[in-house]
């Protein structure tokens, strides 16, 4: 576990409003995990160490999405977010376009289920034990009927019950991006949890300063209008978090 520091500030004349957190709040936004289990509770360790030294406050830990696919441990992966509480006073899952491919193949799609395995939907499936031959020697078909079996309820409706996006003072919350010159409130799912360039280029103030994850980056990616902390932990072994607490924000991490 290790802490990045605060983020350095430009000049003034350089800056828009410095986005800010309501008085009394903390919060923290983990990056895309990717099945890092080890990393997922390293990482986790850190945050409620760093909480407890920073003194009271209501503090508030948001998943940016896609904590499945691509790492070996994706079911332990949920096990651990559907555990979260305390210290943490509130708990949010945002779904990433991991998430939304994995939900399509758990409702039957075949389609949904091809896609997965081609995006690293493969480890997800040996995370629940479908593995080897046994999992070499199923058809679409019957991959979809044995996944739908040995992925438990609980699981598939903590996945259905994430959100799109989270706003907290001056900060939006989000998996992937929005949609440049669209209000907030009428952004699409689908560019919440799937929009890349667009986004990334566009330098606007979107109306909130936004956090996201889903494009990977070797550092985190702070630009003046938004912050990406999707650091690539399936294969950097590095998996990122920002702290926020009124106009303070500071970035900590796990390594393998």
Not at 30 to 45: T, Y
Request: glycine share 10%; hydrophobic share 40%; no cysteine.
């Amino acid at each position: 576990m290790s802490f990045l520091g605060f983020f350095k500030r430009r000049p003034a004349e350089d800056l828009r409003p410095q986005p800010k957190i309501p008085d009394g709040r903390r919060v923290y936004a983990i990056g895309d995990v990717h099945g890092r289990d080890d990393l997922f509770a390293r990482l986790l360790d850190g945050i409620v160490r760093d909480n407890a030294a920073r003194g009271p406050a209501q503090t508030t830990l948001i998943l940016l999405g896609d904590l499945v696919d691509r790492g070996p441990d994706s079911a332990a992966v949920i096990d651990r977010a559907m555990s979260l509480g305390a210290p943490f006073d509130r708990v949010h899952l945002l779904i990433g376009n991991h998430e939304e491919v994995f939900l399509k193949a758990l409702e039957g799609s075949i389609e949904a289920l091809r896609f997965f395995t081609r995006i690293g939907g493969e480890q997800t499936i040996n995370s629940y034990g479908i593995v080897g031959d046994d999992y070499l020697a199923l058809d679409f078909p019957q991959l979809s009927q044995r996944l739908q079996a040995a992925v438990p309820a609980a699981h598939v409706e903590f996945l259905k019950n994430g959100e799109d996006q989270i706003e907290v003072g001056d900060y939006l919350f989000v998996h992937a991006g929005v949609r440049p010159g669209v209000p907030l409130m009428l952004q699409r799912a689908s560019d919440l949890r799937w929009i890349r360039d667009e986004f990334l280029d566009d330098e606007r103030d979107h109306g909130r300063f936004v956090v996201h994850g889903h494009t990977i980056t070797e550092a985190p990616d702070e630009r003046e209008n938004r912050l990406g902390i999707d650091t690539g932990a399936f294969r950097s072994g590095v998996l990122t978090a920002a702290g926020f607490e009124m106009e303070q924000r500071w970035l900590l991490s796990a390594t393998a």
